[in-house]
């Protein structure tokens, strides 16, 4: 039973290595992901069911992901992160990723047109929530506007009601 699980574990190593074998397996985290989720969580946040402070919270956790993320793709364009190479008999080879002059120029360009999609789309979700305060605030405004006049209304119609006192001529 023993020699039997033996081989299995064996068998199992051995596919798992041949398998793996050449593989390169990068040790930074997926900015991709990061970079996407960010970009995503800004065009979906919600201005109508956010308060002020909601707003103002939302805008700087966007920023501090943002700035994670340029720092992150700073170091990965600049061949900061290293790759893990598992070889044949199981071992792993650490080595600094080295980037080409395109590679690193495509990777700046990558990291540049970032930061100008996150500075329009936080341009324009704070015009966007500029606008619907605005819009709320006109909408209260106008409501105020139709209660005073409702009120003066009312008074007029109150005042051409009451009976006028009848004096005697002397």
């Known amino acids: 039973m023993k020699l039997l699980l033996s081989y299995c574990l064996i068998l ?18 997926d900015i991709n992901l990061m970079r996407k989720q960010l970009l995503d969580g800004m065009k ?3 201005l109508e069911s956010s308060s ?4 103002a919270k939302a805008i700087q956790n966007f920023r501090r992901q943002s700035e994670e993320y340029i720092d ?8 900061e992160f290293s790759t ?8 792993e ?3 600094a990723k080295e980037l080409s002059e395109e590679e690193i120029e495509a990777c700046y360009s990558g990291l540049k047109n970032f930061e100008i999609q996150f500075t329009n789309q936080i ?3 704070r015009k966007n929530y500029l606008s619907h305060l605005n819009k709320k605030q006109i909408a209260s405004l106008e409501q105020t506007k139709l ?10 119609k109150q005042s051409r009601s009451k009976p006028k006192s009848r004096r005697k001529k002397r």
């Open 12 to 29: 199992v190593f051995l596919l798992f290595g041949l398998n793996a074998y050449g593989q390169d397996i990068t040790t930074n985290p």
């Open 123 to 125: 341009f324009d979700m």
């Open 72 to 79: 992150l793709k700073n170091r990965d364009c600049s061949g």
């Open 52 to 55: 002020v402070e909601d707003f």
């Open 93 to 95: 080879k650490e080595q």
């Open 84 to 91: 893990l190479t598992i070889k044949e008999d199981g071992l």
């Open 147 to 156: 209660d005073v006049l409702a009120d003066l209304e009312k008074k007029f």
């Open 44 to 46: 979906n946040f919600s």
